[in-house]
């Protein structure tokens, strides 16, 4: 199976926990944050939902300079907005992935601000890095702050302490 195949059906497997935890942002508490440092709520979830972008930004050139290039950001103001969002910035990075030859994954990626690089990475572990496992940590964040407003949290890899 080439690369692109399996990291594209670990996107997709991943989703479906990406999407539970997602669903269960209340409305009204978009604009909640646990600490005046932290982002609020709706941003956080935001930065998930968009983070798939990045599977396209990643495959698709070889260097990333965000003092050249504006990073489109999502921008979600309700549930609708931001499932809608993830979906369709899932599909983009699904359909990418699949079509990534294993060379073009070998190759190498940088993350810069100008003079500044930021990463300088395969682009196969810069997927790695900056799609799976960023969203799977800001997921665990998302985990948090919807516990401290006492909204159940959906288990990951099997029951949370809401799912017994």
Wanted: net charge neutral; with cysteine.
């Amino acid at each position: 199976m080439a690369l692109g195949t399996s990291m594209a059906a670990e996107l997709k497997h991943e989703a479906s926990n990406t999407r539970k935890i997602l669903s269960r942002i209340p409305e009204a508490h978009f604009d909640w944050k646990p600490h005046e440092k932290s982002m609020t709520i709706g941003r956080l979830a935001s930065h998930i939902a968009e983070l798939t972008l990045w599977a396209g930004l990643i495959t698709n050139a070889n260097e990333f300079d965000f003092a050249k290039t504006a990073f489109n950001r999502c921008k979600a103001t309700n549930s609708k907005e931001l499932l809608e969002a993830f979906e369709q910035n899932l599909e983009q990075a699904v359909a990418v992935l699949q079509s990534a030859a294993d060379e073009t994954l070998n190759e190498n990626w940088i993350l810069c601000r100008g003079e500044i690089v930021v990463v300088n990475l395969p682009k196969k572990v810069a997927l790695r890095t900056m799609l799976m496992n960023h969203i799977i940590h800001h997921r665990g964040q998302l985990s948090v702050y919807l516990r401290l407003l006492n909204i159940p949290v959906p288990g990951m890899y099997g029951p949370s302490a809401d799912e017994k």
